[in-house]
């Protein structure tokens, strides 16, 4: 009696729609391409010109991140070309933050049956905001994975790599008692929060359910597309006239702040300085949700926060209208 012969695309790993993956995947990677990018798609490694002649103290930065369980709203509803800009954006606000541009982008993308559409959606969505910020998608790795993950579903994670002058590195000795905390607007979640988000509303809800109070179904809520704050801010960081910059992620407001500010400062935020997004007030109410959680999960419609020397207030203001921003103060440094 003959063995039965297993192949590795019958063990689950299709070697021809990773191929096609990257065929599919090649335009939109190449249009993040500059002059920098020493290696093609498909190398074992991505290079980089490191040279920064425009700087005299040049300071790599990094960050890695991922989107968390905002993935299962995106593959509820089959809607994937939003994902990878979210997974880019917070990479970019995280190292801007700190004071630096992005260079380049790595993604990892793995799945337990890989859809070579699907895997163009989610990569093309990372190019698109890679581009739109002028950083390089240089390289990645998709890996499929069967009994890892339940067929189609999917995860995704990213390292940014960008560059700062060293003189104008943020740090948390620059924050003082007496500066402004401004906050710009979110669009959305984010990507922070969605165990509870998604947990409440399909107690209530289908996501293809419309919402006459968010004016949309509940799925497009909640895959509003976590924005980068970058052509907007940077330009404050080069003129010096912020002392610190927190991105709102995991932990909310207080906790993502109190990192930039100096032991024995502390914050004082007016919480009704700002009209909470209708997306807050709907989960805080479908699910009973204490207003403590509220504050330490959600970004509820704040962003990022710049902290600000009084006498620099208008001028930054000014700028950020300039730029289509709509700052609103919400409290000190005391």
Request: charged share 20%.
């Amino acid at each position: 009696m003959s063995k039965q012969q297993i192949t590795y695309k019958s063990a689950g790993v299709d070697i021809d729609a990773g191929e096609e993956t990257v065929q599919r995947i090649k335009p939109h990677v190449k249009k993040t391409f500059n002059s920098r990018v020493l290696s093609d798609l498909g190398s074992f490694g991505g290079m980089f010109d490191a040279r920064f002649p425009e700087y005299k103290e040049p300071v790599l930065v990094s960050s890695v991140d991922g989107v968390g369980t905002k993935l299962k709203v995106a593959q509820a509803v089959n809607k994937h070309d939003t994902i990878g800009q979210d997974l880019v954006n917070h990479c970019i606000n995280d190292i801007l933050v700190c004071g630096a541009k992005p260079l380049f982008f790595l993604d990892y993308f793995a799945t337990g049956k890989l859809n070579p559409e699907i895997a163009e959606h989610v990569i093309g969505g990372m190019a698109k905001a890679a581009g739109e910020n002028g950083c390089a998608l240089i390289g990645g790795e998709t890996a499929e994975m069967p009994g890892v993950y339940n067929d189609e579903d999917y995860d995704i994670a990213g390292t940014i790599v960008g560059v700062a002058e060293k003189s104008l590195i943020l740090n948390r000795e620059n924050v003082k008692k007496g500066n402004i905390l401004l906050a710009l607007p979110s669009t959305g979640l984010h990507t922070n929060g969605y165990s509870l988000a998604r947990r409440v509303i399909l107690l209530n809800h289908e996501f293809s359910d419309f919402s006459s109070e968010l004016g949309m179904t509940f799925g497009e809520a909640l895959l509003a597309v976590h924005r980068s704050y970058f052509h907007s801010v940077f330009p404050l960081i080069e003129q010096k006239l912020v002392n610190g910059i927190s991105h709102i992620t995991g932990g909310g407001l207080i906790s993502n702040t109190m990192r930039v500010v100096p032991d024995g400062l502390k914050m004082e935020v007016d919480w009704t300085s700002w009209a909470r997004p209708a997306i807050y007030k709907l989960i805080q109410e479908l699910g009973n949700v204490p207003e403590e959680d509220m504050r330490r999960t959600f970004n509820l419609g704040i962003g990022l926060v710049l902290i600000v020397s009084p006498q620099n207030i208008e001028e930054v203001k000014g700028h950020l209208v300039s730029k289509g921003e709509l700052p609103f103060e919400i409290g000190t440094i005391v």
